[in-house]
């Protein structure tokens, strides 16, 4: 065969996502698109902020934009801009040195894989997680290990510190979380902090923490703590494809805490990785997020959604634990098959997501990135599916 095997491998993994998104739109061709309740995609559908476009227009006037290639960590005042705002944010202080300008948080976290593994070291991760990790896990030659959360999905410091071994060359952790809609709390991050410490003594070798936090700005009830508080040895990695609804243009970053072990290393190195995987973030768009920062969609529009879409699934006697952010719900499946129930509700025309896919098998995963008529509309359909069981 032609195609590399640990590609092949990961194609075939990935053929139950295509086979939805295909079921999708036959459905949706079938029974028209309004009649069909597709939760299945994380792909913001609020508008991005008015001030976005304003950007752009004025990017379109100034004689000295840059169109050409930048260096490869961004452009230095882009990078200034985004360490300044983060300064703040996270209450520690950073310069442009400690920036690298991505294609997404997706792009970030493929820099920082490749930058940190060597072949086989590990990955370690909470469960449920988003399933992209796995892929950037392999792209990386490292291996992806997971470690369960609490009942509540929230972490559970004494697991994490009997799972890591000398394997271990970083945790990961996302929050707020895709697909639970989690955020974890102070308290929660600085034990996590204490067992790092622990550990790294322990094996006589540093592990990383890396963030991955393109939720950041979409929490209700919660605030997400600054990670760099709870440990210095940490890489925020982050993006604009949710907090400005920006997803298809691809633009992101990555910041290490400047006491971090060996920072000024892992900032250069990360910045040259960035380079061999996509020579520079987009220049246009970097320009742009620069002039934007602090801005941010209207969470009102999710907040909203949520709690519609609460109501109506325990109204309807499903079981979860209230998203804090995110736009993602995570009910328990009510067959401990959760394909088999993903199934049942795509008798209904609703689309959703099996927990499997997140490494947690018995969930299912809702996206309320949709209309609030889908959400509206799906009650009866969920209900049926529920008497069916
Ligand atoms: N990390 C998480 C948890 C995500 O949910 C996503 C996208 O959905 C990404 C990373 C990748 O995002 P980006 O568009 O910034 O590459």
């Known amino acids: 065969m032609p195609i590399a095997q640990q590609i092949a491998r990961m194609v ?23 009649n069909v309740f597709d939760f299945s995609l994380g792909n913001p559908d609020v508008p991005p902020p008015p001030q976005f476009k304003q950007v752009l227009k004025d990017l379109i006037d100034d004689a000295s934009v840059n169109h050409g290639y930048t260096p490869t960590p961004g452009l230095t005042s882009v990078r200034q801009a985004v360490a300044d705002y983060l300064s703040t944010e996270y209450g520690t202080a950073l310069s442009q040195e400690s920036i690298v300008m991505t294609v ?4 970030a976290l493929n820099d920082v894989f490749k930058t940190l593994l060597n072949p086989g070291e590990q990955i370690l991760v909470p469960a449920p997680y988003f399933v992209g990790y796995n892929n950037y896990a392999v792209m990386a030659g490292a291996v992806l290990k997971s470690v369960p959360t609490t009942a509540d999905f929230h972490l559970d410091p004494a697991a994490i510190e009997a799972a890591i071994t000398e394997k271990t060359r970083l945790l990961l952790i996302n929050s707020p979380n895709n697909p639970t809609g989690a955020v974890y709390s102070k308290s929660e991050l600085d034990e996590l902090g204490a067992v790092l410490e622990r550990t790294s003594a322990r094996f006589g070798r540093r592990i990383y923490l890396v963030s991955d936090e393109p939720y950041r700005k979409i929490v209700y009830e919660a605030e997400v703590p600054s990670v760099f508080q709870a440990y ?3 890489i925020v ?10 997803a298809g243009e691809r633009i992101g970053y990555l910041a290490i805490h400047p006491e971090a072990e060996d920072a000024g290393l892992i900032a250069g190195a990360s910045g040259f990785v960035n380079s061999m995987l996509c020579v520079n973030a987009p220049a246009l768009m970097q320009q742009a997020v620069a002039r934007l920062q602090g801005v941010t969609v209207d969470v009102s529009i999710y907040r909203r959604r949520r709690d519609m879409l609460c ?3 325990a ?3 499903y079981e979860f634990s209230v998203p804090q952010g995110a736009f993602y719900l995570f009910p328990k499946s009510p067959l401990a098959d959760d394909m088999a129930f993903v199934n049942l509700l795509k008798e209904e025309l609703i689309l959703a997501v099996p927990g499997v896919g997140f490494g947690a098998p018995g969930y ?8 609030d008529a889908t959400i509206s509309g799906s009650f009866k359909g969920f209900r049926r599916a529920l008497e069916k069981v």
Do not use: C, W
């Open 104 to 107: 997404g948080a997706s792009g």
């Open 311 to 313: 109501k109506g699934l």
């Open 315 to 317: 109204d309807a006697g």
């Open 12 to 34: 075939e993994a990935a053929t139950m996502i295509k086979t939805m998104f295909e079921e999708g739109a036959r459905l949706k061709a079938a029974h028209g698109a309004q």
């Open 364 to 371: 299912f995963r809702l996206s309320y990135a949709v209309p």
């Open 237 to 246: 990695v982050n993006s604009y494809s949710k907090e400005l609804s920006l």
């Open 232 to 234: 210095p040895h940490t």
